[in-house]
């Protein structure tokens, strides 16, 4: 699974580059990042909270 995320997230990150440099998308990610950085957190703790651990 997390190697299936950070490939997504890679993905998604080229993807926006790319259209920004083409000048087809105007979104800053900082403004993005500081107005939703608390729902980062709770991606995080939701993902934390459904992971199977290994039980041995």
């Not at 000048?23 to 992971?51: A, D, H, Q």
């Amino acid at each position: 699974m997390r190697g299936h995320f950070a490939a997504t997230v890679l993905v998604l990150l080229g993807s926006y580059f790319l259209l920004s440099n083409l000048g087809l998308i105007n979104v800053s990610i900082r403004e993005i990042v500081l107005t939703w950085w608390p729902l980062v957190l709770i991606v995080v703790g939701l993902g934390m909270f459904f992971t199977p651990r290994d039980r041995r």
